[in-house]
């Protein structure tokens, strides 16, 4: 009880002591609130940056491999290899449904490259058109604002019909129904039976079908050929079973495939098996570094404020030696002295550091409506930075609480 007692006067008169020097005080809490400032900023962005990434990854699925020309890892040096490769084709894709027993949903788009697309006045230019298996929906989760995906009647036949991006639609079709809509593209005519869902704000989305036109595969053969070298880009996507492990897969993957083209045993795969964990280790890294220089720069401005309220500390002992002879002669202990000023010290970095995490959240608010870019400042990062207030405010009145403990009170009192 007598030491609460202690903390709440001590409390008290550091408030007290605040509050009539006002603009010492002031002077004092900027020093804290910007280091507070820095410090839980720059982490709170990174940490909105990384889920914002993260979560954009996530949707690409954790127990899909994607068989791929190029690795997702670090090619440097290798790319001359890789050019080299045949593009993964439909018949990669039909293997894999035919003999795979760990995969659960296989499926194969290819990206044909950038084509206009035409509807009575309006046309559209740079559109993405890929033509995908009759399982791509499925794989890759699409949701459809109107409409929906292919038949498999549709599918097999290669008909004339294709799903469009949402900002494909609004730029053809403004506020007219899509469904049903006769478009033109490369001379032919297509029927628009779907619209993808819009995309969100993601910084990177890789499941972007905004700017897109999707045709079934059957029906992209005739518009080019896919075997060459030409075509942007292909994918055959296996997901794996229930209870299967992604290294299980991956191993009967690389034999079907291996046999399929026909390799012999010392030469090199002529494909590459990508995950998601690949690209996850490379941000890992990534991240790392910016919480590091995060770190760094914080520390740099929490020294300046460190000094900044230590010397404001030393000044308030010497402007009250007096009053702590008065104290020390009345019976005061030496840890009542050392505690009234080491809270007043953690008072003043506490109080700053409520301001720099005021001053935090008012500016990612705005940001956040501003640039389309949902940021946060989260509850870890509010403790993490009152944390560090009141351990600067320790580490700066620790050694000003000490001189003022220890003074002499015949001489504090003569002063």
Not at 154 to 172: C, D, F, P, Q, T
Not at 195 to 217: M, R, T
Not at 280 to 299: M, P, T
């Amino acid at each position: 009880m007598i030491v609460l007692r202690i903390i709440y006067e001590a409390i008290g008169q550091a408030w007290q002591q605040l509050y009539s020097n006002r603009l010492r005080s002031l002077l004092s809490l900027l020093g804290i609130s910007i280091g507070i400032f820095c410090i839980i900023g720059v982490l709170s962005a990174v940490d909105s940056l990384e889920d914002n990434i993260r979560g954009s990854l996530d949707k690409l699925g954790s127990d899909v491999v994607y068989v791929k020309k190029w690795p997702w890892a670090d090619v440097s040096g290798a790319w001359w290899n890789y050019i080299k490769r045949p593009n993964p084709d439909y018949s990669d894709y039909e293997v894999i449904n035919e003999k795979a027993k760990t995969v659960d949903l296989a499926s194969f788009h290819v990206v044909i490259g950038y084509k206009s697309v035409r509807f009575n006045s309006n046309a559209v230019e740079n559109a993405v058109l890929i033509g995908a298996s009759l399982e791509f929906v499925e794989m890759f989760q699409i949701d459809f604002e109107k409409g929906r995906y292919f038949s498999p009647a549709e599918y097999h036949y290669g008909s004339n019909k294709m799903v469009i991006g949402a900002v494909v639609a609004e730029e053809l079709f403004g506020e007219i129904d899509p469904i049903g809509r006769t478009v033109k593209m490369m001379g032919r005519k297509y029927e628009v039976i779907g619209v993808i869902e819009k995309s969100g704000d993601a910084l990177l989305n890789p499941l972007d079908f905004d700017d897109c036109l999707l045709v079934s595969y059957n029906n992209a053969r005739g518009l080019a050929n896919l075997k060459a070298r030409q075509i942007f880009d292909t994918s055959v996507n296996a997901k794996a079973a229930e209870g299967v492990s992604m290294l299980q897969m991956k191993d009967e993957l690389k034999g079907i495939l291996r046999s399929h083209h026909r390799l012999a045993p010392r030469e090199e795969d002529d494909f590459a098996l990508n995950e998601l964990s690949m690209i996850s280790s490379v941000f890992d890294s990534f991240f790392g570094i910016l919480n590091l220089v995060g770190i760094v720069i914080g520390l740099f401005a929490m020294l300046v404020g460190v000094v900044s309220v230590a010397n404001i500390m030393f000044v308030s002992v010497k402007e009250r030696t007096n009053l702590i002879g008065v104290k020390k002669a009345l019976g005061a202990k030496r840890i009542v002295i050392l505690l009234e000023f080491l809270i007043e010290s953690v008072v003043l970095c506490f109080i700053g550091g409520l301001a720099g995490l005021g001053l935090i959240y008012g500016i990612i608010t705005i940001l956040s409506n501003v640039i389309d870019f949902e940021m946060y400042l989260s509850f870890s990062n509010m403790v993490l930075g009152v944390v560090v207030s009141v351990l600067v405010g320790v580490a700066s009145g620790l050694i000003p609480a000490i001189q003022a403990s220890r003074m002499d009170p015949v001489e504090a009192m003569r002063h």
